[in-house]
């Protein structure tokens, strides 16, 4: 009785050549870089407008002084930051920090103070752009008897505010829109893959009838 030589090399260099292409493959960026970041510049004073949304209200606020010298601005964030703290930590009414920048300093510089406003968490920030062009942390004191609201709106004004978490509301679905942002060439290989299972298994079931009729 003769039995048909099965070749197990094709199957020994797909097992080998796809998990590495899987790896190259999985290694790429999913998301793009971005570059360009967005800024909402106050309005300047207009007398016909009883709405104004400018610095003015905060600018005779008690600020101390931080002068950030040409490109140092990276080198001294950790101490932007433990000045950002201990303000929040103060919780005085009317403070702030005032950077005081000019036309010497870097855009390095400028992103370097807004990075340091996310990492301390300082919510309320901005540039006067009006006279003096420094950058502003102004703080937002949190009365300590008073019990902050996470839901709340306000008729009339217009004003509604709805704090969560993101995470929190699409826990498992994040996993199916990072799977749609997957590169072009991962479903080539995903599908390639799956082809080559339904083939092998076709494979294997016709020479497991072979043997069988042999």
Same mark, same amino acid.
């Given at each position: 009785?003769?039995?048909?030589?099965?070749?197990?090399?094709?199957?020994?260099?797909?097992?080998?050549?796809?998990?590495?292409? !899987?790896?190259?493959?999985?290694?790429?960026?999913?998301?793009?870089?971005?570059?360009?970041?967005?800024?909402?510049?106050?309005?300047?004073?207009?007398?016909?407008?009883?709405?104004?949304?400018?610095?003015?209200?905060?600018?005779?606020?008690?600020?101390?002084?931080?002068?950030?010298?040409?490109?140092?601005?990276?080198?001294?964030?950790?101490?932007?930051?433990?000045?950002?703290?201990?303000?929040?930590?103060?919780?005085?009414?009317?403070?702030?920090?005032? !950077?005081?920048?000019?036309?010497?300093?870097?855009?390095?510089?400028?992103?370097?103070?807004?990075?340091?406003?996310?990492?301390?968490?300082?919510?309320?920030?901005?540039?006067?752009?009006?006279?003096?062009?420094? !950058?502003?942390?102004?703080?937002?004191?949190?009365?300590?008897?008073?019990?902050?609201?996470?839901?709340?709106?306000?008729?009339?004004?217009?004003?509604?505010?709805?704090?969560?978490?993101?995470?929190?509301?699409?826990?498992?679905?994040?996993?199916?829109?990072?799977?749609?942002?997957?590169?072009?060439?991962?479903?080539?290989?995903?599908?390639?893959?799956?082809?080559?299972?339904?083939?092998?298994?076709?494979?294997?079931?016709?020479?497991?009838? !072979?043997?069988?009729?042999?």
């Amino acid at each position: 009785m003769n039995h048909e030589k099965i070749h197990y090399v094709p199957g020994l260099i797909s097992a080998i050549l796809i998990p590495l292409l !899987f790896w190259y493959y999985g290694n790429q960026r999913v998301h793009p870089q971005y570059t360009v970041m967005d800024l909402g510049i106050p309005s300047k004073i207009r007398p016909e407008n009883t709405f104004q949304n400018t610095f003015e209200p905060y600018r005779n606020w008690n600020y101390k002084k931080i002068v950030v010298k040409p490109n140092t601005a990276i080198q001294n964030q950790k101490i932007y930051i433990s000045e950002l703290k201990e303000l929040q930590a103060r919780n005085e009414k009317e403070s702030g920090i005032e !950077f005081i920048i000019n036309d010497d300093n870097s855009y390095q510089d400028f992103i370097a103070l807004i990075d340091a406003m996310i990492l301390s968490k300082q919510d309320m920030y901005g540039v006067d752009i009006e006279k003096t062009g420094h !950058f502003f942390a102004v703080h937002e004191y949190k009365d300590p008897n008073t019990i902050e609201n996470v839901h709340y709106s306000s008729c009339g004004t217009g004003l509604y505010m709805d704090n969560y978490k993101e995470e929190t509301q699409y826990k498992g679905f994040d996993q199916l829109k990072s799977f749609a942002e997957l590169p072009k060439q991962s479903f080539y290989m995903i599908f390639g893959f799956l082809l080559f299972i339904n083939i092998s298994m076709l494979s294997i079931k016709e020479n497991f009838q !072979f043997n069988r009729k042999g």
